[in-house]
């Protein structure tokens, strides 16, 4: 019965995704429909253990980040959670984020998040190409978020978790525009075998896009599957199907291996592969790889992505994740 439940779950994700997409021809999750929607940056992935594992993280995501990935995962903090990403993106386009989240009962978690991306500086010039001078570009997203453990849902078989994401989004190009969206997940832990597997889907990116002049955009909205595997307790294997208005589908691979070096210190390597880019930038271009050190309650990751004739992006983030304390209630497995 309660298998049933999910499912209708996670089929009310999907229906919600079509409902809030918009009627258009040209955004219809094809590849024709590349550069029909705006604010792209939202699509900026953060955190760099989810970057290095290629964005296969929706059924994963555990953390401060989960803002992001999946608000449903933000259910899985045990006490507050925080982190921070720099990232120096291709052609002088900086991208910074800050994520945090804390426990307020022993069901619910409340989050909040800002992102930031600065594009360097651009000449203006005039409609006769006479220079006036530079600018830049900026935009901003400021966003909060809630996870629930649904305990009616859960048992010793499965556990159950949602989230919901929202977002104010701001751009200072030469023009000023606002937009408002959001995200809901659903995540879900079985233990029905030895190995125990995780699902996950997200809905990202709803809600009312940006209005340059009289033209209001399309926001980049999509729907992602994910799956995960635990067949050591080191080692995590992960799969997403992405499906976004403004592109054709696309499949994310991942893995995460935990070698405990002290009590209190571990080193995390990690790798994924994604077809986003796969006809673009060719094959060898969809893998990333990264590193993690955890020391302590403290997190140090890296995520390398290869852009083709772009260069290479390098991702470094850090995180505090304060686990639950020994008399506190909370579910952990």
């Known amino acids: 019965m309660k298998i ?62 989960s803002i992001y990935w999946n608000p449903a995962g933000l259910a899985k903090v045990p006490r507050l959670s925080a982190g921070a990403m720099y990232s120096n993106y291709v052609a002088d386009v900086s991208y910074q984020s ?8 022993s069901t619910s978690v409340l989050a909040a998040g800002l992102r930031y991306q600065d ?8 409609i006769s190409a006479n220079d006036m001078g530079t600018f830049h570009p900026r935009n901003y997203v400021a966003e909060l978020g809630w996870g629930q453990s649904v305990y009616d849902l859960s048992d010793s078989d499965m556990d159950v978790a949602l989230g919901a994401t929202g977002r104010w989004i701001h751009s200072d190009l030469l023009a000023h525009a606002d937009g408002y969206g959001g995200d809901i997940g659903l995540q879900a832990r079985f233990y029905t075998n030895s190995l125990g597997y995780d699902l996950g889907a997200v809905v990202q990116n709803m809600g009312v896009g ?11 909205l999509r729907v992602k599957f994910g799956g995960a595997l635990h067949p050591l307790s080191n080692l995590i294997l992960s799969a997403d199907v992405d ?89 952990e497995r």
């Open 98 to 105: 800050l994520s945090y989240a804390q426990r307020v009962n």
């Open 243 to 331: 499906l976004p208005i403004n592109n054709a589908p696309y499949g994310a691979a991942g893995c995460e291996y935990t070698l405990e070096i002290q009590e209190a210190v571990k080193a995390m390597l990690r790798a994924g592969y994604t077809t986003l880019n796969l006809s673009d930038l060719g094959p060898l271009n969809g893998m990333n790889l990264g590193v993690g050190l955890s020391i302590s309650d403290f997190s140090f990751d890296y995520a390398f992505t290869p852009m083709g004739v772009l260069g290479q992006v390098h991702r470094f983030s850090i995180s505090f994740n304060l686990p639950a304390k020994a008399s506190r209630s909370y579910r």
């Open 4 to 65: 049933d439940i999910l499912r209708r779950s996670l089929a009310l994700a999907l229906a919600a995704a079509l409902f809030a997409a918009p009627a258009l021809a040209t955004s219809d999750f094809s590849s024709a429909a590349i550069g029909t929607a705006g604010s792209e940056f939202l699509l900026l992935d953060i955190g760099a253990r989810g970057i290095a594992m290629a964005g296969a993280y929706t059924a994963v995501a555990d953390d401060a980040y």
């Open 119 to 126: 594009l360097g500086a651009i000449t203006h010039t005039d």
């Open 210 to 220: 940006q209005k340059f002049g009289s033209t209001r955009d399309t926001l980049p």
